[in-house]
């Protein structure tokens, strides 16, 4: 079992949180902060385009904002790089990705070793990928869900932290199924973040210990 002791290296743990839209996650993540329940402070916010919703989210909450562009970069690993090296910049330990919409290259994966968060609209192993929403509906499942997971180096692979049920209804459409994902996601990832602010995760193999009662789907 690996801890993951990150209340020990600093009070509260700094994260890092990546956009790539609108931002209604890390909106989830500044309410939290507001409220004093996140454990984390959230030191930066990084888009990979400039017109990112929320980076004005970010701006509004006094949070410095970073874009480190795709088209800048020749491939994916030097993008990857670059990311790193600015949560680095920043003083983060942690990293949330909250509708990061790339893939990070195993170079910046392994500079943050279980420390870097995932939610994803489908109960993984269930349509990974960025259209688990259509997917789901398409497949004809009658029950979707939130994942919240560690990234490691494959897509939407890593171990789950936490996840919920979201009942599909028969007359859903994209858009009703993923406003009512949605919904959970503003809630569970807030809650995930802030046990791994306390240190109250610890990774075993596939599995994440939680080490505490704390009243969250697992």
Do not use: K
């Amino acid at each position: 079992v690996v801890a993951l002791d990150s209340s020990a290296m600093s009070d509260p743990f700094p994260i890092a949180v990546l956009i790539s839209g609108s931002g209604t996650n890390l909106q989830a993540l500044i309410d939290s902060s507001d409220r004093g329940e996140l454990g984390c402070a959230i030191v930066v916010v990084i888009a990979d385009r400039p017109d990112a919703g929320g980076l004005d989210r970010a701006r509004g909450a006094g949070i410095a904002t970073e874009v480190v562009g795709w088209d800048d970069h020749t491939d994916r690993a030097s993008f990857s790089c670059a990311i790193a090296d600015t949560i680095e910049r920043h003083g983060a330990r942690g990293v949330v990705l909250a509708g990061f919409m790339r893939i990070l290259a195993p170079n910046a994966v392994d500079r943050f070793p279980n420390a870097i968060i995932n939610v994803h609209p489908a109960l993984l192993p269930a349509f990974p990928g960025a259209d688990a929403v259509p997917s789901a509906l398409s497949y004809g499942v009658t029950v979707s869900g939130v994942t919240v997971h560690f990234v490691d180096d494959m897509v939407d692979h890593g171990p789950i932290i936490a996840q919920e049920a979201v009942q599909v209804f028969p007359h859903d459409d994209e858009e009703a199924l993923h406003r009512r994902i949605q919904a959970v996601e503003h809630r569970l990832l807030p809650e995930v973040v802030a046990a791994f602010g306390r240190g109250d995760l610890a990774v075993d193999g596939r599995h994440v210990v939680w080490t505490t009662s704390a009243d969250v789907s697992r």
